[in-house]
């Protein structure tokens, strides 16, 4: 069973424009991580968010958590066309939990 | 400093047989992760290992066998391989929170 859900599936955006992704996710979780996959590639980490917090930023970068509605947001300011990838975000199954599960994630597209 | 590696990148089997996947880190994680990932699907775990000599089912294990003999090497295999086993499998391992994950096998099975 899937622990996050990412909408949309596909997003088709222009360099220098901004993309948002979002993720909804199915139970209590103590952090959020959002991973990158490059096409034929391995995923990559890009960012953590605690439960606790309600926004993070990392470069370019920026995630929010409402842990109300179960949801997160990634969103990437001033696109480019290396930012093609799929993102994928990620929680564990609950508490002490090693088991790290992912949604089908948003295939991003940066058209130079 | 080589992170985690797969070997083969690419493999292509007939049913029935069997191989060996086998996954390497050297960044002296304790927790090591076997996933398939499939057209339109996120990544599914396989099996996973919290430190040498364990290992433990996640959500797909069936068909699959795996060991942890050496603290750097998780090994995947496969006893009798069947065409639903055709996919990408990424290796990945962790001290904790963030996995580190290798650059992918693909497995044809015909």
């Known amino acids: 069973s899937q622990q996050g859900e990412e909408d949309p599936q596909a997003l088709s955006i222009q360099e220098g424009e901004n993309a948002t992704m979002n993720c909804s996710y199915k139970?209590?979780?103590?952090?959020l991580q959002w991973y990158r996959q490059n096409s034929g590639r391995g995923l990559v980490h890009l960012i953590l968010?605690?439960?606790?917090?309600r926004e993070k930023h990392s470069g370019r970068l920026r995630v929010t958590l409402d842990t109300s509605k179960k949801s997160s947001s990634l969103l990437i300011t001033a696109s480019r066309a290396a930012d093609t990838a799929s993102y994928f975000c990620?929680?564990?199954?609950?508490?002490?939990?090693?088991?790290?599960?992912f949604g089908k994630g948003t295939k991003l597209s940066v058209i130079p | 400093n080589a992170g985690v590696t797969q070997t083969p990148k690419f493999r292509v089997l007939k049913t029935g047989q069997s191989m060996t996947l086998l996954c390497a880190q050297d960044?002296?994680?304790?927790?090591m992760y076997w996933y398939r990932q499939d057209p339109g699907m996120g990544l599914r775990l396989i099996h996973y290992?919290?430190?040498?000599?364990?290992?433990a089912k996640g959500e797909v294990p069936d068909g699959y066998n795996v060991s942890r003999l050496k603290k750097q090497n998780f090994l995947l295999g496969l006893e009798s391989a069947a065409p639903s086993q055709t996919s990408v499998y990424f290796c990945?391992?962790?001290?904790?929170?963030?996995?580190?994950f290798g650059p992918g096998t693909r497995l044809l099975v015909l």
């Open positions: 990945a391992s962790s001290s904790g929170i963030t996995q580190y």
């Open positions: 139970t209590s979780i103590n952090n």
């Open positions: 290992s919290v430190g040498e000599g364990t290992t």
């Open positions: 968010i605690r439960s606790n917090e």
């Open positions: 960044m002296n994680h304790e927790y």
């Open positions: 990620a929680a564990y199954s609950g508490a002490g939990s090693y088991q790290l599960t």
